[in-house]
């Protein structure tokens, strides 16, 4: 497996993957030690599989991995759960 730096895709992608990490792992981190809020562990779910996306489907070919684009879809969808259950309940 190539690391982030061998990565095979674009600088753009590559500062995407590393801001979704660095939030998921902030969430997660929130998660666990702070309260053990259901919103904390969506958003930590949901920007992983942002990131997972970015790197399945980062690169600047045409094929696309489906898995990628339905964990990116998913991720979205999960980020933006958590963001309203924080900010509505």
Do not use: C, E, W
Not at 21 to 39: C, E, K, L, S, T
């Amino acid at each position: 497996m190539d690391s982030v730096a061998k990565a095979p895709i674009g600088g753009h992608a590559k500062i995407m993957l590393t801001v979704f990490v660095v939030v998921a792992a902030i969430r997660m981190a929130d998660f666990i030690f702070y309260g053990h809020a259901v919103q904390d562990a969506l958003s930590a779910i949901g920007f992983a599989l942002l990131a997972h996306g970015v790197y399945t489907n980062g690169t600047d070919t045409l094929t696309r991995n489906n898995a990628g684009r339905y964990g990116t879809v998913v991720g979205a969808i999960l980020v933006l759960v958590g963001a309203a259950m924080r900010f509505i309940g």
